[in-house]
């Protein structure tokens, strides 16, 4: 594959999306694709960790005219300059950005554009000029691929593009060597070796749904549940959901912030929550599964796709705490149905979340969009 040259293009991320591109661009360039990476500064040096030329793209979060406009100035002398046989755009805000910039080419690479979140339903003025400008770049789109089947459908509605043009591919992810329970359960602060443990990682960000998680697990102790909930990641909610904890006595909770290689903490957690209010797919729910952990998750986005209800976890209405702390409780109290729960939910991540099925259904969207414009001058 090294014949040819792809752009991949990136916007501001964090968490799952962070952790998906990154994973996709060291397996592009292990299975011999030339890669070269256009994004911002806070992403380079983890890129470059990928053996692969970074360079300096000012792109930002949100609509802010001036600096857009710079960062399609700066991908326009980019694609000028040098010979790219393609151009992957990864989230919303490189998806416009990218594709105003190849709009200015007399003669373009094929685009493949990757949505990796929800669609969430938003009104005012701006969303429906950019829902506008979407559905007319979208016919300039070689390619839309969406990390959920869900996504898919979300992305068809609103932005209305040729069916044809849309595929699904899958987060994937490869298994992670676990700590022994003793020395995980030591890194998590957990106060005694048989105490149950209830944990989740993610942003610290509302969508995630951790004011949720927080008020469930309130209602659990009021019960008389024997257990503790351990929050990783960080986040701008971070403080706020601090001080929600401190309500209920944060003996019980604890906030690690972020942690290098969480997954291998899973051999001390008996329960891993989910309670996300919109997700694309989720990348922790199936490092979960893949450590053999039950997984409760949130009924929405992609969620459904990862977590099969009553077979490999259990999904519950979003924002309710109360249907959160039933589940968790109805799992907390029956160790043999978390661990059906949880080697059930191993086998389907091996089956259909690995790394390896990611990069190889990328490379034959690669393959075939280069396929159909090759020899084709626009």
């Not at 060597?177 to 942003?203: F, K, T």
């Not at 509302?206 to 009021?222: N, P, Q, R, V």
Request: with cysteine; hydrophobic share 45%.
């Amino acid at each position: 594959m090294g014949e040819f040259h792809v752009l991949q293009v990136l916007r501001p991320m964090q968490g799952g999306m962070r952790r998906h591109v990154l994973d996709l661009i060291a397996g592009l360039v292990e299975a011999g694709v030339r890669v070269t990476v256009a994004c911002p500064p806070e992403l380079r040096r983890e890129a470059e960790l990928s053996g692969v030329p970074c360079l300096p793209l000012e792109l930002v979060d949100g609509v802010q005219l001036r600096k857009d406009v710079r960062a399609i100035r700066q991908l326009v002398q980019l694609m000028r300059e040098q010979s790219f046989q393609l151009v992957h755009l990864h989230g919303a805000k490189a998806g416009l950005v990218g594709r105003l910039a190849l709009s200015r080419l007399s003669i373009r690479p094929p685009v493949i554009y990757t949505v990796h979140n929800q669609v969430l339903p938003q009104g005012g003025m701006v969303k429906r000029v950019l829902d506008r400008v979407e559905r007319l770049l979208a016919v300039e789109t070689d390619r839309v691929i969406t990390v959920s089947h869900r996504l898919a459908r979300d992305v068809q509605m609103q932005h209305r593009g040729p069916a044809w043009r849309a595929v699904t591919i899958h987060n994937g992810v490869d298994p992670v060597p676990m700590m022994s329970r003793e020395h995980a359960r030591q890194i998590l602060g957990c106060e005694g070796a048989d105490r149950l443990v209830i944990g989740a990682i993610g942003r610290m960000v509302e969508e995630k749904g951790i004011a949720t998680l927080i008020e469930a697990f309130a209602l659990l102790l009021t019960g008389g549940c024997d257990a503790e909930l351990v929050l990783i990641g960080d986040g701008p909610m971070l403080s706020h959901y601090q001080q929600q904890a401190g309500k209920i006595g944060l003996a019980r909770v604890r906030f690690l912030g972020d942690v290098p290689q969480a997954g291998r903490l899973f051999s001390a957690v008996d329960v891993v929550v989910q309670p996300s209010y919109a997700e694309g797919l989720g990348i922790v729910p199936i490092e979960a599964m893949l450590a053999g952990c039950p997984v409760i998750a949130s009924d929405v986005g992609g969620l459904p796709e990862v977590v099969v209800h009553g077979e490999t976890g259990l999904l519950v209405r979003p924002r309710s705490a109360e249907e959160l702390a039933d589940a968790i409780r109805s799992l907390l109290q029956n160790a043999d149905r978390r661990a059906q729960l949880g080697a059930a939910g191993r086998r389907r991540a091996e089956l259909h979340f690995s790394k390896r099925a990611m990069i190889e259904a990328t490379l034959r969207e690669y393959r075939e969009v280069i396929a159909k414009r090759q020899g084709v001058l626009l």
